[in-house]
T-cell receptor
Framework: GAVVSQHPSWVICKSGTSVKIECRSL??????MFWYRQFPKQSLMLMAT?????????EQGVEKDKFLINHASLTLSTLTVTSAHPEDSSFYIC??????????????FGPGTRLTVT | AQSVSQHNHHVILSEAASLELGCNYS??????LFWYVQYPGQHLQLLLK??????LVKGIKGFEAEFIKSKFSFNLRKPSVQWSDTAEYFC??????????FGTGTKLQVIP
């Protein structure tokens, strides 16, 4: 159980275009999902917290207008990278917390999406 | 603000050697602690977690970690590593706001 999927797993886009990445919790409901970015040889950096039915909470330094997050249902959150530039190339990872997890703060991670902007 | 530091960036061991990866955190309140593993080409997986109770936590694949509150540490151990343990290991902490803060990771390479 507790599987999180991401789609696509790998995407190449041209500079100036927008890319949407989906994160789904397959066998549980997640009121909260998290979006991370992982640079090569570095740790995961939290970009934003996605809350179902409300606006996302962005970390300091993350551009809200560039990284649009929508958490439309209890099993789906999307991250749209708008007007992508080569410096946005990275590995984007989502995670989801089981809403019935109680005090458990365990998050289940998706496999990640490799974005390359040319 | 919470933070996590992992002092070993790259560790190379021979099979059957013992492993200990250091993790120190800073946070003023009650914390939940995790170790995640990322095998080459795969996504993050939870190795073990500590919420409360026995400070010695046993996880999957023979890993364990000990929470020492006085030292703000949560070191990961395994008595005998295998080649299949080659991966990157991340220590993480969650404090009161449920945000997970990750350490920079330790790349473990096990030589057959």
């Amino acid at each position: 159980g507790a599987v999180v999927s991401q789609h696509p797993s790998w995407v190449i886009c041209k500079s100036g275009t927008s890319v949407k990445i989906e994160c789904r919790s397959l066998d549980f409901q997640a009121t909260t999902m998290f979006w991370y970015r992982q640079f090569p040889k570095q740790s995961l950096m939290l970009m934003a917290t996605s809350n179902e039915g409300s606006k996302a909470t962005y970390e300091q330094g993350v551009e809200k207008d560039k990284f649009l997050i929508n958490h439309a249902s209890l099993t789906l959150s999307t991250l749209t990278v708008t007007s992508a530039h080569p410096e946005d190339s990275s590995f984007y990872i989502c995670s989801a917390r089981d809403q019935w997890g109680g005090i458990s703060y365990e998050q289940y991670f998706g496999p990640g999406t490799r974005l390359t902007v040319t | 603000a919470q933070s996590v530091s992992q002092h070993n960036h790259h560790v190379i061991l021979s099979e059957a050697a013992s492993l200990e990866l250091g993790c120190n955190y800073s946070y003023g309140g009650t914390v939940n602690l995790f170790w995640y593993v990322q095998y080459p080409g795969q996504h993050l997986q939870l190795l073990l977690k500590y919420f409360s109770g026995d400070p010695l936590v046993k996880g999957i694949k023979g890993f364990e970690a000990e929470f020492i509150k006085s030292k703000f540490s949560f070191n990961l151990r395994k008595p005998s590593v295998q080649w299949s343990d080659t991966a990157e290991y991340f220590c993480a902490v969650t404090g009161g706001y449920q945000k997970v803060t990750f350490g920079t990771g330790t790349k473990l390479q096990v030589i057959p």
